[in-house]
């Protein structure tokens, strides 16, 4: 047959793609050189994607082994269903049929999952928009959203997939999913016990059969990965008690026929006890043992303890990290005496070598900005490693107040032998605080509140607040920014702006007010890693209009120094702060320092402020929180104090089950007797902080116990312990999505008749 006449047709099967291609002898064409290649049936694929997939050239010689491999390397691209070549004469035209692609993914009864979070689930599995389309990737889907709804311990869910054609080659996936109910756990058993009861160790477990709080907690819905962690706290319990030898034998986890209920059972084996002999030294301790002894919290004598033995080597190594060894091992090898339950500890140290740090990655900062995070990194990249500096960026991320959770490790570059990467994950919470209200009373009639706070305002970690009430007797406008990082070094700079419109004493009556208009700029001076000095000034002018029903207190004030009065303050103070987290602290202390100095103006005064926090951690769930606030104002040049720089006391944030601002001087004239404030306050605080029954360890959700006691003093009045006012209660803190809400309820303890009580009260604010 003559060259040109020679045709011959190859229909690709599934053997073709598995690598075998088979044609029939009659078929098989003679080598000849490629004049040119033609590409038939594309819709969206590029001809270049055929081209750069091809074994030849225009100009190379073609034979069948090479149209095998052609076909196997056109279907591995995954992109088509069928793959022909035909040849004529010199000619070769390769024939392809595309796969259909995905045009939609859409869900119908998902009440579980957001949509866009399947979608993505899927996405990762390869099933998007605009993806090659066939039905082995379907099934993928299909096992890939089961898994997810098994996560959330939905082992009932029923998925079916409805593949819909339309124009294009295109196709519509349509995934109906019948979720069941969840899969709750009915029953948990401990088998092998003997020392502790299966109910005190069944409280360690963050799962259980389920309280009248699982809505919230989930805590009996199954999940692997709560387990292998409840576990762990059982493997921990035995360990840190004594158990050297303390083993899990297994784990059964059983789901009934109709996947409803869940029973796991745990079989132990608790072995002896073992008391600790003794502890030494060995290895290369960079010549500073004496130094490393002290961090030993291994006690002869002492039951074993798994926690002391995990404190003491992350100890080593962290002092090891302080000089650069960012590899130092060191192992706490046990000497075990079973014939007199004794165990002696040998602590290794290798400080192996200096390494320093790479690259610093951030992960979970998906509002904030990068910057935002690194500005307050100690630990630089191209620099030595310092495990004091890394934990130092820790504390300085979580005290932003933009996260709830700040975790920092280290992890060794491959190939290398001195660089490590610091890997820094956070999770963000909730930064703006919208409040939006409308009121109606007989003496305001229709009042407006509105309040946007934005403590992260565009990830740019700058705050930005405004504030709006249109009542009578508390018209305000207040615009408040803060620039934390207003210059490179870390300056900050804050601007307030306000326009105040008030009726102090409303309960009088009368339509007289105290117009109050000013504005200020601080600047703040880091002078170590935890000090900072602030430093400004502004001018604020009060006007008091005098109406009907003035209180005597104004009147005084106005006969004095007119009812116009304007000042210029200047104000310095200091902080220092080295809590480990701004939003739950658990250790550390907050003191800060303030003054306000009014050197311009006809209205001369001094005020000054200090308040001190103290969180002092009693185990990994209760903490001790103290706070003690003194304040002190006096007018200078013979004038009296300024009756609006008053401090006020009562309610949150002073002396909860009072009502707030009610504490202190009254006006003698009003006939609700209105406490006016002072220019002294004294305010203490005490807090038992607790995990939240039923919440496990979830730390944006605790309840507190409390004790608290203050007034205010009048300019001519002592601070006079007798006269303070105490109450005690109980409250909730919840790190909420509009920011942390406290609830308190108090019951005073140290009362006067005309005091006003207030039990219950809540806030969305801060802790103190």
Known sequence: MQKHLNRF????ACAIASGFFLVNSAWAVDPFTVRDIRVEGLQRVEPGTIFASLPFRVGETYNDDKG???????????????????????????????R?????????????????????????????????????LADKAEQEL???????SLYGVEVITTVTPIERNRVNLTFSVVEGDVAKIKEIHITGNKVFGESTLLGLFDLNTGGWLSWYTKSDRYSRTKLNADIETLRSYYLSRGYLEFKIESTQVAISPDKQSISITVNVTEGERFVVSGVKLEGNYLGKEEEFKSLVTIKPGQPYNADAIAETTKAFTDYFGTFGFAFAKVEAAPEIDRVNNRVSFVLQADPSRRAYVRRVNIAGNNRTRDEVVRREFRQFESSWYDGDKIRLSRDRV????FF????????????????????????????????????????????????????NVFGSGNYLGIELNTSKSNRQLVLSTIDPYFTADGISRTIDVYDRTSNPLSGQGGDYSLKTRG?????GVPFTENDTVYFGTGYESLTIVPGTSLPVSYQTYANQFGYKSNSIPLTVGWSRDNRDSALVPTTGRYQRVYGDWGVAGNIKFVRANYQVQQYIPLNKQFTVALNGELGWGKGLSGQPYPLFKNYYSGGLGSVRGFQQGSLGPVDPNDVNRLAIGGPKKLTLNAELIAPFPGAGNDRTLRVYGFVDAGNVFGEHEQYRLNDLRAS???GISWISPVGPLRIAYALPIRKKPDDRIERLQFQIGTSF
């Open 728 to 730: 005690t209660g109980i």
């Open 404 to 455: 709830t959770d700040v975790n920092v490790d280290t992890q060794e570059v491959t190939g290398t032998a001195d660089q490590v990467d610091v890997n820094m994950t956070v999770v963000e919470k909730p930064t703006g605080n919208l409040q939006l209200g409308l009121g109606y009373s007989s003496a305001d009639s229709v009042s407006l509140m509105l309040g946007i706070k934005q403590e």
């Open 68 to 98: 095998s491999t052609a076909i196997r390397a056109l279907f591995g691209l995954g992109l088509f269903k069928d793959v022909r070549l035909e040849v004529s004469g010199d000619v070769l035209v390769v024939i392809v049929e595309e």
């Open 398 to 401: 979580d005290r932003l107040g």
């Open 519 to 523: 504005a200020s700029i601080r600047f």
């Open 100 to 136: 259909p692609t995905v045009a939609d993914v859409d869900f119908v009864g998902t009440k579980e999952f957001d949509k866009e979070a399947l979608k993505k689930a899927l996405r990762e599995a390869g099933v998007a928009d605009g993806q090659p389309f066939d039905k082995a």
């Open 9 to 12: 047709k190859v229909r690709a």
């Open 146 to 152: 089961k898994r997810q709804y098994i996560n959330k």
